[in-house]
């Protein structure tokens, strides 16, 4: 038997990981240990500290360049996409917290009771909310800070294991329409095992194709594919089917058609808050692997993944624009937009170079603030029943509260990609890389999805604007601090990046190189 | 004090006062109209010392000045104005303060907030004077698509008969037209080398078909905005359902806009692709004068037949620039200037005799100068400028495009000249049946129409009144600042005015 040694690890870098799953584990001990009434005043700033911590450790490891574990690449990308995460998912834990709004937060107590229950109507009414939700978002964004750092696929599925878990649970989490929610969960939880299976398939598929590379050993570390890429005398066809299984995976989880279907169930039926988290967060670990996977390892077979994942990225944009106009229910709508905004990072993540990653990686946390805005306007627009999401609902809002209406017309127009908001100038980010790869197609199909997208967006707008209030216009909570941080953070990034995206551009472009 | 910048501070001034009027309290809706147009009035004065530091001999273009934005990408607050511009930023600071002082009740009818009103009209100003002060092709296409944002809040929120649905309209069709002009501006930020200065971008050689293609999404995006048929069918009902005031700069400026970046954009950008799609755009102006104008003879609502008008005369200033010699572009130019004048004082006043009747029906009309002498006479002369009488500015400018497209394209200026014909039609029936005539009895019913004009509505119309028969007789003020700016663009292009030989000469003057 041959010795076994422990490889060299870098405790700094990976220093954000261990604080954000220590503080995991700590929170289920509270969970466990403390008093009721005290859970919530204790779980919400620790998953704040955790996170606050975690993000100080990324902005220490700025400059480090290494592999470390092996497994593990701290890089430019990396300390990026992981800073991204972090701070949306401090906004998300934002919106999550919230009490204000209505007793015990958008959380249900006991998610195993019945639903429509008289004993579910009750607690729907009276009971607290469930502390477990800290935990739980804190596993995920911990999950997803692997996930993007993962430098074999290997740790990438455990790492995708460990995000996608408690997201499943956290979305049969909703307080009220609990058998939408656990339907929602349950979608999510079957497609979501789908796609795993299909990613672990892909994986064992590549490392039979690395095998073939004489004295090389072969593995599924991304520098071991690279090299099999270049020069294995496996069959191509293990590659192929290898690449294009992991790909299902990935962009299953990025809400790409034709793997998409889940999105709006999920979204509609999720926790407000907590389908905000899995827009912003989920997207930025999505497609930070999608771009690790397809620069580092594949970068070799670009000329044989490009035409696939092209034709993917047409397809989501069509798919998200042309749905997105019929929907009727507001969060559905946004879901289908989040659709045709996979499309548009796809557009990035094939544009060629460093400059198609530091725009993709730009895109993706503007994108990520804006929609957070959005969904915390969501959680605010309600009546009796709860959150009020069908859309003729919404007619008249800006009478009602001008205010709302005006910051949800603000995310809006970032949505359109109108100057001035973080969204054009994300737009102008993956479509100038595109252009300048010689992808005009993805392009072209780009700006004709925007102009069919316009209209959705436009409709809510008239909605609120031009309709008369009727009797039904339900009334905006007047929000609790948690949310209206959340939803000032949220705008005014949107803001801020459209105006004076310099300094985040200037950092994406630092940072927009792999270690390999 | 050429060192002064004054295409920033323009920009910027009426974006700040927007702001402060916004903050106002919805409960003094005087005092939000008094600070709009005090500032106003202070943009004007700022305009006119800007006007009055142009050196006419000068560069082509002043007043220039850059600040870095985006540096990673080349992207520059960069303001500059050549004759062109400048000229449209007169127009722009003298209609906005005319436009807030007559839509002073407007507002008021809506049942919306009045402070919020006229705040919307200074962003719309800032957004205007943006758009034609911008050197940097970023910054165009920012204030080109953010000047969408108030437009469609003045038409929706307080516009008249289906306002909804003409703001929605009149939204898409620009974005769609915006975002073919983004794929443009990318496509030609690549190949110009990751730049958007306008004089770097106007040196560099794009293959044939490449430009070609970049042409096509600016001239579309123009094309529509201008607007040209068959990209036209926005204006009518935008302008039908927009309130007087903001259909005044709809039409006077806002659509000037797309004429202007043809100027600027098309033609000096991508001159070999002009001239390749020239006789194509040539028809479609020619298609507009003649179609928009037998629509404006059978139109029944005076908003609406106002706005098919301007959709002919935007065919005239589409002859006059892709005719591309020196006196048609100057013509189509003033052309600019002198329908924003025309058009706007006949949108104004179509709005005091809505006001008035409550109905915007011609039907509903009849015979209305005996009760309203005054107000049917300024009527009167604003439908003469529009069909361009000899004396009044519209014809000098419509006299230049004719002669400076029969000197290189005869058939064209022929045609052209039909539309002189069907104009006088429309605008004499037009003014024969709501104001001429025997009287309609139920006009004495109703107490607006017993009021003639005020000392507001007088201060309205007399300087545009003013201008335009100025500008009939005496033109060369704006015609030395326009016609260097012609003549460069025309040089950017490459084409020379032909020789004129006499006997031409002769025969366009007959």
Same mark, same amino acid.
């Given at each position: 038997?041959?010795?076994?040694?422990?490889?060299?690890?870098?405790?700094?870098?990976?220093?954000?990981?261990?604080?954000?799953?220590?503080?995991?584990?700590?929170?289920?001990?509270?969970?466990?240990?403390?008093?009721?009434?005290?859970?919530?005043?204790?779980?919400?700033?620790?998953?704040?500290?955790?996170?606050?911590?975690?993000?100080?450790?990324?902005?220490?490891?700025?400059?480090?360049?290494?592999i470390?574990?092996?497994?593990?690449?701290?890089?430019?990308?990396?300390?990026?996409?992981q800073g991204?995460?972090?701070?949306?998912?401090?906004?998300?834990?934002?919106l999550?917290?919230?009490?204000a709004?209505?007793?015990?937060?958008?959380?249900?107590?006991?998610?195993?009771?019945t639903?429509?229950?008289?004993?579910?109507?009750?607690?729907?009414?009276?009971?607290?909310?469930?502390?477990?939700?800290?935990?739980?978002?804190?596993?995920?964004?911990?999950g997803?800070?692997?996930?993007?750092?993962?430098?074999?696929?290997l740790?990438?599925?455990?790492?995708?294991?460990?995000?996608?878990?408690?997201?499943?649970?956290?979305?049969?989490?909703?307080r009220?329409?609990?058998?939408l929610?656990?339907?929602?969960?349950?979608?999510?939880?079957?497609?979501?095992?789908?796609?795993s299976?299909f990613?672990?398939?892909?994986?064992?598929?590549?490392?039979?194709f690395?095998?073939?590379?004489?004295?090389?050993?072969?593995?599924?570390?991304?520098?071991?594919i690279?090299?099999?890429?270049?020069?294995?005398?496996?069959?191509?066809?293990?590659?192929?089917?290898?690449?294009?299984?992991?790909?299902?995976?990935?962009?299953?989880?990025?809400?790409?058609?034709?793997?998409?279907?889940?999105?709006?169930?999920?979204?509609?039926?999720?926790?407000?808050?907590?389908?905000?988290?899995?827009?912003?967060?989920?997207?930025v670990?999505?497609?930070?692997?999608?771009?690790?996977?397809?620069?580092?390892?594949?970068?070799?077979?670009?000329?044989?993944?490009?035409?696939?994942?092209?034709?993917?990225?047409?397809?989501?944009?069509?798919?998200?624009?042309?749905?997105?106009v019929?929907?009727?229910?507001?969060?559905?709508?946004?879901?289908?937009?989040?659709?045709?905004?996979?499309?548009?990072?796809?557009v990035?993540?094939?544009?060629?170079?460093?400059?198609?990653?530091?725009?993709?990686?730009?895109?993706?946390?503007?994108?990520?603030?804006?929609?957070?805005?959005?969904?915390?306007?969501?959680?605010?627009?309600?009546?009796a029943?709860?959150?009020?999401?069908?859309?003729?609902?919404?007619?008249?809002?800006?009478?009602?509260?001008?205010?709302?209406?005006?910051?949800?017309?603000?995310?809006?127009?970032a949505?359109?990609?109108?100057?001035?908001?973080?969204?054009?100038?994300?737009?102008?980010?993956?479509?100038?890389?595109?252009?300048?790869?010689?992808?005009v197609?993805?392009?072209?199909?780009?700006v004709?999805?925007?102009?069919?997208?316009?209209?959705?967006?436009?409709?809510?707008?008239?909605?609120?604007?031009?309709?008369?209030?009727?009797?039904?216009?339900?009334?905006?909570?007047?929000?609790?601090?948690?949310?209206?941080?959340?939803?000032?953070?949220?705008?005014?990034?949107?803001?801020?990046?459209?105006?004076?995206?310099?300094?985040?551009?200037?950092?994406?472009?630092?940072?927009?190189?792999?270690?390999? | 004090?050429?060192?002064?910048p004054?295409?920033?501070?323009?920009?910027?001034?009426?974006?700040?006062?927007?702001?402060?009027?916004?903050?106002?309290?919805?409960?003094?809706?005087?005092?939000?109209?008094?600070?709009?147009?005090?500032?106003?009035?202070?943009?004007?004065a700022?305009?006119?010392?800007?006007?009055?530091?142009w050196?006419?001999?000068?560069?082509?273009?002043?007043?220039?000045?850059?600040?870095?934005?985006?540096?990673?990408?080349?992207?520059?607050?960069?303001?500059?104005?050549d004759?062109?511009?400048?000229?449209?930023?007169?127009?722009?600071?003298?209609?906005?303060?005319?436009?807030?002082?007559?839509?002073?009740?407007?507002?008021?009818?809506s049942?919306?907030?009045?402070?919020?009103?006229?705040?919307?009209?200074?962003?719309?100003?800032?957004?205007?004077?943006g758009?034609?002060?911008?050197?940097?092709?970023?910054?165009?296409?920012?204030f080109?698509?953010?000047?969408?944002?108030?437009?469609? /809040?003045? $038409?929706g929120? =307080?516009?008249?008969?289906?306002?909804?649905? !003409? @703001?929605?309209? +009149?939204?898409?069709?620009? %974005?769609?037209?915006?975002?073919?002009?983004?794929?443009?501006?990318?496509?030609?930020?690549?190949?110009?080398?990751?730049?958007?200065?306008?004089?770097?971008?106007?040196?560099?050689d794009?293959?044939?078909?490449?430009?070609?293609?970049?042409?096509?999404?600016?001239?579309?995006?123009?094309?529509?905005?201008?607007?040209?048929?068959?990209?036209?069918?926005?204006?009518?009902?935008?302008?039908?359902?927009?309130?007087?005031?903001?259909?005044?700069?709809?039409?006077?400026v806002?659509?000037?806009?797309?004429? /202007?970046? $043809?100027?600027? =954009?098309?033609?000096?950008?991508?001159?070999? !692709? @002009?001239?390749? +799609?020239?006789?194509?755009? %040539?028809?479609?102006?020619?298609?507009?004068i003649?179609?928009?104008?037998?629509?404006?003879?059978?139109?029944?609502?005076?908003?609406?037949?106002?706005?098919?008008?301007?959709?002919?005369?935007?065919?005239?200033?589409?002859?006059?620039?892709?005719a591309?010699t020196?006196?048609?572009?100057t013509?189509?130019?003033?052309?600019?200037l002198?329908?924003?004048?025309?058009?706007?004082?006949?949108?104004?006043?179509?709005?005091m005799?809505?006001?008035?009747?409550?109905s915007?029906?011609?039907?509903?009309?009849?015979?209305?100068?005996?009760?309203?002498?005054?107000?049917?006479?300024?009527?009167?002369?604003?439908?003469?400028?529009?069909?361009? %009488?000899?004396?009044?500015?519209?014809?000098?400018?419509?006299?230049?495009?004719?002669?400076?497209?029969?000197?290189?394209?005869?058939?064209?200026?022929?045609?052209?000249?039909?539309?002189?014909?069907?104009?006088?039609?429309?605008?004499?029936?037009?003014?024969?049946?709501?104001?001429?005539?025997?009287?309609?009895?139920?006009?004495t019913?109703?107490?607006?129409?017993?009021r003639?004009?005020?000392?507001?509505?007088?201060?309205?119309?007399?300087?545009?009144?003013?201008?335009?028969?100025?500008?009939?007789?005496?033109?060369?003020?704006?015609?030395?600042?326009?016609?260097?700016?012609?003549?460069?663009?025309?040089?950017?292009?490459?084409?020379?005015?032909p020789?004129?030989?006499?006997d031409?000469?002769?025969?366009?003057?007959?």
């Amino acid at each position: 038997m041959t010795e076994f040694e422990l490889p060299p690890i870098d405790y700094v870098a990976i220093a954000p990981i261990l604080i954000i799953m220590g503080a995991a584990v700590l929170g289920v001990l509270v969970e466990a240990f403390v008093p009721r009434r005290l859970r919530h005043p204790v779980q919400l700033p620790l998953a704040l500290l955790a996170v606050l911590a975690a993000l100080t450790m990324v902005v220490v490891n700025a400059d480090k360049r290494v592999i470390t574990f092996g497994v593990i690449a701290i890089d430019g990308p990396t300390l990026f996409l992981q800073g991204a995460i972090l701070v949306l998912s401090a906004v998300a834990l934002l919106l999550v917290g919230e009490r204000a709004i209505e007793r015990g937060g958008a959380f249900v107590a006991q998610a195993a009771i019945t639903a429509d229950s008289p004993d579910d109507r009750r607690q729907a009414e009276r009971a607290g909310g469930a502390g477990e939700v800290y935990p739980l978002v804190t596993f995920a964004v911990g999950g997803m800070l692997i996930f993007v750092s993962a430098n074999d696929l290997l740790t990438m599925f455990i790492a995708l294991e460990v995000f996608s878990l408690p997201l499943y649970l956290l979305c049969a989490l909703a307080r009220r329409r609990r058998l939408l929610s656990q339907e929602a969960a349950m979608k999510y939880f079957l497609l979501g095992a789908y796609a795993s299976a299909f990613f672990l398939f892909g994986l064992a598929l590549l490392y039979g194709f690395t095998a073939g590379m004489g004295d090389r050993q072969a593995g599924v570390d991304f520098s071991t594919i690279h090299a099999a890429v270049a020069n294995s005398t496996q069959s191509r066809v293990l590659l192929f089917a290898g690449m294009a299984l992991v790909a299902i995976g990935l962009l299953f989880k990025a809400a790409a058609a034709p793997f998409h279907v889940w999105t709006p169930d999920v979204y509609q039926g999720a926790p407000t808050p907590i389908t905000g988290f899995m827009a912003a967060c989920t997207k930025v670990a999505a497609f930070g692997a999608l771009l690790r996977v397809f620069h580092v390892a594949f970068e070799g077979a670009r000329w044989d993944f490009t035409p696939v994942l092209g034709a993917v990225a047409v397809l989501t944009m069509l798919v998200g624009a042309v749905l997105a106009v019929t929907q009727t229910d507001i969060k559905r709508l946004l879901a289908y937009s989040s659709i045709a905004n996979a499309g548009y990072l796809l557009v990035g993540v094939l544009a060629p170079g460093p400059e198609g990653l530091s725009g993709t990686m730009f895109y993706l946390v503007a994108y990520g603030f804006t929609v957070l805005a959005a969904f915390a306007v969501v959680t605010l627009v309600r009546d009796a029943d709860g959150e009020a999401t069908h859309l003729s609902r919404w007619a008249g809002l800006g009478r009602r509260s001008p205010l709302y209406a005006s910051l949800f017309t603000f995310i809006l127009l970032a949505f359109a990609g109108i100057p001035l908001t973080s969204g054009f100038i994300s737009k102008f980010a993956v479509f100038g890389p595109a252009l300048s790869g010689g992808q005009v197609w993805l392009v072209i199909a780009g700006v004709l999805t925007s102009m069919v997208l316009a209209f959705p967006y436009l409709r809510v707008v008239v909605m609120m604007w031009l309709s008369e209030p009727g009797e039904t216009t339900p009334t905006v909570t007047v929000p609790g601090g948690l949310t209206s941080a959340a939803l000032a953070i949220g705008v005014i990034a949107t803001l801020v990046l459209g105006v004076v995206p310099g300094p985040l551009l200037d950092l994406a472009t630092g940072a927009a190189d792999f270690v390999r | 004090m050429s060192d002064f910048p004054f295409l920033s501070v323009l920009t910027a001034a009426p974006l700040v006062g927007a702001v402060v009027v916004a903050l106002l309290p919805r409960s003094r809706p005087t005092l939000a109209k008094q600070v709009a147009l005090g500032w106003s009035l202070l943009v004007l004065a700022l305009s006119v010392v800007m006007w009055v530091t142009w050196q006419v001999d000068g560069h082509r273009f002043q007043f220039r000045e850059s600040y870095p934005w985006i540096p990673n990408w080349g992207v520059n607050f960069t303001f500059a104005a050549d004759g062109i511009a400048l000229v449209m930023l007169m127009l722009i600071a003298v209609l906005v303060p005319l436009v807030i002082l007559a839509s002073w009740h407007d507002a008021e009818s809506s049942k919306r907030s009045v402070p919020t009103y006229f705040a919307l009209l200074l962003v719309l100003e800032c957004t205007m004077l943006g758009v034609f002060a911008a050197a940097d092709v970023f910054l165009f296409y920012v204030f080109f698509e953010v000047m969408l944002v108030p437009m469609y /809040f003045l $038409i929706g929120s =307080y516009g008249g008969h289906q306002r909804q649905y !003409a @703001a929605v309209k +009149f939204f898409l069709y620009s %974005l769609v037209g915006g975002l073919f002009m983004l794929a443009a501006v990318i496509g030609l930020w690549v190949l110009g080398g990751k730049t958007f200065d306008w004089v770097a971008l106007s040196q560099v050689d794009i293959s044939t078909g490449a430009e070609r293609w970049l042409f096509l999404g600016f001239f579309v995006a123009f094309a529509i905005k201008a607007p040209f048929f068959p990209f036209h069918t926005w204006l009518p009902d935008a302008g039908g359902a927009a309130p007087a005031g903001a259909a005044a700069l709809l039409v006077g400026v806002l659509d000037k806009v797309g004429t /202007f970046g $043809i100027l600027r =954009y098309c033609l000096p950008l991508f001159p070999e !692709a @002009a001239q390749w +799609f020239a006789p194509w755009a %040539l028809a479609l102006a020619l298609v507009g004068i003649i179609y928009a104008a037998l629509l404006a003879v059978g139109q029944n609502d005076l908003k609406r037949l106002v706005s098919y008008t301007s959709i002919a005369h935007f065919g005239f200033i589409g002859v006059g620039i892709f005719a591309f010699t020196t006196q048609a572009g100057t013509g189509a130019v003033l052309y600019m200037l002198n329908h924003g004048l025309a058009t706007g004082l006949l949108f104004l006043v179509v709005g005091m005799l809505v006001a008035r009747r409550g109905s915007a029906l011609v039907s509903d009309f009849g015979g209305a100068g005996k009760l309203v002498p005054v107000l049917a006479g300024v009527f009167f002369f604003a439908g003469l400028a529009s069909l361009a %009488l000899p004396g009044t500015a519209p014809f000098v400018s419509e006299f230049l495009v004719l002669i400076g497209t029969f000197t290189v394209n005869k058939p064209v200026a022929v045609i052209a000249t039909l539309g002189i014909i069907l104009a006088a039609a429309y605008v004499l029936w037009m003014v024969q049946r709501t104001t001429q005539g025997t009287l309609n009895p139920a006009l004495t019913e109703i107490d607006g129409m017993k009021r003639d004009l005020n000392l507001r509505e007088k201060v309205v119309v007399a300087p545009l009144i003013a201008l335009i028969v100025l500008l009939g007789f005496y033109p060369k003020p704006v015609t030395d600042v326009i016609n260097p700016a012609v003549q460069a663009t025309m040089e950017d292009v490459g084409r020379t005015d032909p020789a004129p030989s006499v006997d031409t000469v002769q025969e366009a003057s007959r």
